[in-house]
């Protein structure tokens, strides 16, 4: 429900605030004063188009608020734990829209920016707007079918849903037949390559580690020469066996000896002695590990040209399928789940086949029932219809729910409904879309809503000039009408009829004034003397008298009996 509304610098309004309530509220005025203004307001802050036309000469941009109750309903809920928006403790709702003069244009809910679809989603279960230009779910053939089943039972309901989960079930196998069932030609290009990626992996025989290894090994070869050089000087410096002179092992061996003719005399002598047995000892061991290593290095030509080949043939393989020789041996497991799934593809596809058989010959015996269903619930509804439309002056009028089967199935079966109607005696039936007069298409709209009153869940209805081309006992029977939708929704209407008007529960006057040479709008609620001067206006023009003031107070005191 709107609870308030606050527009500033929007067109000719300089600033106004409106609180509205419960049941039927009415806007009048005289023409002119900026009535179909206070709906702009109220369409732009519900996500309708930005236009900088909208922001009042002077100044640099336009706010509109609206503040909503959304207490009873649980749609909004789950809309607003998506988009992450907190839900106030006192479950309202705050809508902020700005328009710049630049044309950029700002959405708030609660505080928090939204995207356009974001505002439209949730402003789309608030309120149902129906005029001269914009009738929404009316004028959208997707919404026709919503309308025939909110009128269906709970076997109905059940019904689709059944037909939902089966929808959503066939889906997911025509998706993953999609997959499967490619053109066979890039079918076969594809299991060529995978193969052929697979035995190269496989020629390979590829080990964890194995570079490192291999690069240590092409280190050592490659400088084989200079290892041997450097290597054979070292042992010529430690071993005697290497060279003609004195050796560090026969110095040390001669420090060792003097050491150890003196080590009695004392026990520091003694300990330094062993000390350079101990390191004799190493070093004799160092000089065997030496000359092994150095009996193993040698310049092997062939060996190299394979360590550089091997190598090349891994960095090639990383190039292709991984950085790492890890990554390289996963992949070729990825690729052959791949490779397994394509060869087994043809019997999977047709296994599959045989499910969306088996499937779509279940939906359509689930669409048939749907169909019954709907057709029974479409022809109480056009008979419905028809009396609602020929008791608001359309007498004549022919109402049709066309129902016609789509050659695919939907998450709503095989049937879509569009509305179909004539106006007059010898005119065939057409789209909604194709009248041109918005009265009609308001008091069609209204026909529907006093029929899904009860179960519409949209809680806030405007109906802008309803009563165009309607008057006497005609714009009663839709001000009752009104009134009755009114019971169930918050109705906000702007009419120039007073048996329309006699029926509010709350009565605004909008008003236009000049101050320094410019327009301005204005909003007042209206008390009960106020209400009779505007009854009478709207009953007798500009010249009041006293018993058009008393028939004003006479159709507010019948309003209350109707009401």
């Known amino acids: 429900m709107l609870l308030e509304l606050n527009i500033e610098n929007f067109a000719i309004i300089d600033k106004i605030r409106v609180n509205f309530t419960k049941g039927l ?3 009048t005025g005289e023409t002119g004063a900026g009535k179909s203004i206070i709906i702009d307001a109220i369409s732009l802050v519900l996500g309708g188009r930005a236009d900088k036309e909208y922001v009042r000469s002077g100044y640099e941009k336009t706010t509109i608020e609206a503040l909503f109750s959304i207490e009873y309903i649980k749609d909004i809920e789950e809309l607003l734990k998506e988009y992450g928006i907190q839900n106030e403790i ?72 059944k037909v939902k989960k089966e929808f959503e079930s066939l889906q997911v196998l025509k998706n993953r037949l999609k997959a499967l069932a490619q053109d066979e030609m890039e079918k076969e290009r594809k299991i060529d390559l995978l193969r052929f990626q697979i035995e190269e992996i496989d020629e390979a025989r590829l080990v964890e580690g194995e570079e490192e290894s291999l690069i240590l090994e092409h280190n050592v070869l490659s400088n ?9 000087e070292v042992l010529t410096s430690l071993d005697s066996d290497y060279r003609g002179e004195k050796s560090i092992i026969d110095e040390l061996n001669n420090i060792y000896s003097n050491l150890f003719k003196i080590s009695k005399h004392s026990d520091n002598i003694f300990s330094f002695s062993n000390i350079i047995e101990s390191i004799i000892y190493q070093l004799e061991d ?3 590990e030496i000359r092994h290593y150095k009996d193993m290095v040698e310049y092997n030509p062939e060996k190299l040209r394979f360590l550089d080949e091997r190598l090349e043939l891994i960095n090639r393989l990383k190039r292709k399928y991984g950085k790492t020789i890890k990554e390289i041996l996963e992949y070729r497991n990825e690729v052959n789940k791949d490779l397994i799934v394509l060869l087994n593809s043809e019997e999977e596809i047709k296994e599959i086949r045989n499910k969306i058989e088996k499937l779509e010959a279940n939906m359509n015996i689930l669409c048939q029932e749907l169909t019954k269903k709907r057709t029974c619930i479409a022809k109480e509804f056009e008979i419905e219809i028809t009396k609602e439309l020929s008791e608001v002056n359309m007498p004549k009028v022919k109402f049709k729910a066309m129902i016609e089967k789509n050659n695919y199935f939907s998450q709503n079966g095989l049937d879509k409904i569009e509305f179909l109607i004539s106006t007059n005696p010898n005119e065939p039936l057409k789209s909604l879309s194709k009248i041109v007069s918005g009265g009609e298409m308001s008091r ?27 008057s006497g006992r005609t714009a009663q029977i839709v001000g009752e009408k009104i009134a009755k939708i009114s019971r169930n929704h918050q109705v ?26 410019k327009s301005i709008t204005e909003i007042l609620k209206l008390n009960y003397d106020e209400r ?20 004003a107070r006479e159709m507010i005191e019948m309003s209350k009996k109707i009401i």
Do not use: W
């Open 25 to 27: 509220n009415v806007l």
């Open 444 to 470: 069609i709209m209204l026909a529907i809503k006093s029929i899904l009153a009860e179960i519409d869940k949209i809680p806030t209805l405007i109906f802008d000039e309803i009563d165009t081309g309607i």
């Open 286 to 288: 160092l000089i065997r």
């Open 532 to 551: 009779i001067e505007e009854l009478s206006r709207l009953l007798g023009g500009v010249s009041l008298t006293e018993t058009t003031k008393q028939h």
């Open 492 to 517: 906000i209407c702007i009419t120039h009829l007073p048996q329309i008007a006699a029926l509010a529960d709350s009565h605004y006057l909008i008003s236009k004034k000049f101050v320094d040479d």
């Open 90 to 161: 006192d479950n309202t709702l705050l809508i902020t829209r700005e328009i710049f003069n630049t044309g950029r244009s700002t959405s708030r809910i609660n505080g928090r920016t939204v995207t356009l679809s974001m505002l439209n989603n949730i402003t789309d279960k608030l309120i149902d707007i129906h005029g001269q230009h914009d009738h929404q779910s009316l004028l959208r053939k997707e919404k026709h079918l919503e309308f025939i089943d909110s009128l269906g039972d709970e076997e109905l309901t059940k019904n689709i849903e």
């Open 224 to 232: 084989s020469e200079s290892i041997m050089q450097t290597l054979s």
